[in-house]
């Protein structure tokens, strides 16, 4: 298995520009995760999909802060407009979803805004 | 609300020591799940046990053991005769039963930096 796949490892971009951050979990699994991690709050929980349903995304910071997951295999983080704040490594997670399974991580995306 | 402690900011210890890395959780729930995470500088992160509330039976795997208290709601992780491929920042994490029982977000400490030393 491919495992979890994020893209891109590494965006660098200027405040006010909008980012998208994309993920693709494994194959059969039905929760997906986006995690936030930085020094000073450590890892994050943003939001999270069950069966392409939004949970709980009491997580997101703002309304700059947009998840979707359109279909199984695929979902996006979107931030607009970016700010410095906002830099981070960016992790997606995925599990089978049954009874809090074991989450695989992505490698991450790490962002800076400029 | 879930919370999840972990002291020890850094560790530093010469290799071949047996190290301990401490977790303390709070929960309201009676069901729930513990887990510990790796990351090794390379920074993805990397499963290494998952426990869940009912299960206080010590475990062990190679040189890691898993010491699980619920009386003193700890989850201590320690690594024995410990090498320099250890190094790494160790994290605890919390996880409950949500209403509908299905997977919830893994709440997080703000981990432990290992660095072991030749």
């Known amino acids: 298995d491919a495992g979890v796949i994020q893209s891109p490892r590494h965006e660098v971009t200027e405040m006010g520009q909008e980012v998208t951050l994309r993920c693709k979990p494994i194959?059969?699994?039905?929760?997906l995760f986006w995690y936030r991690q930085t020094m000073m709050r450590g890892l994050e929980l943003l939001i999270y999909?069950?069966?392409?349903?939004?949970?709980?995304d009491s997580g997101m910071p703002e309304d700059r802060f947009s998840a979707k997951m359109p279909n199984a295999s695929f979902s996006t983080l979107k931030i607009q407009p970016s700010e410095p704040r906002d830099s981070a490594v960016y992790f997606c997670?995925?599990?089978?979803?049954?009874?809090?399974?074991?989450?695989?991580f992505g490698s991450g995306t790490q962002l800076s805004v400029l | 609300a879930q919370k999840v402690t972990q002291a020890q900011t850094e560790i530093s210890v010469v290799e071949k020591e047996d190290v301990t890395l401490d977790c303390v959780y709070e929960t309201r729930d009676t069901t729930y799940y513990l887990f510990w995470y790796k990351q090794p500088p390379s920074g993805e992160l990397v499963f290494l046990i998952r426990?869940?509330?009912?299960?206080?039976q010590n475990e062990i795997s190679g040189r890691y053991s898993w010491n699980f208290q619920k009386s003193t709601s700890s989850f201590n992780f320690t690594i024995t005769a410990s090498q320099v491929v250890d190094s790494a920042v160790y994290f605890c994490a919390l996880s409950e039963v949500n209403s509908g029982g299905g997977a919830d977000g893994l709440t997080f400490g703000k981990g432990t930096h290992l660095i072991i030393q030749p």
């Open positions: 997670a995925s599990s089978r979803g049954a009874t809090n399974e074991k989450l695989f």
């Open positions: 426990r869940n509330s009912f299960d206080e």
């Open positions: 999909f069950n069966n392409n349903v939004p949970i709980d």
């Open positions: 194959s059969g699994h039905n929760s």
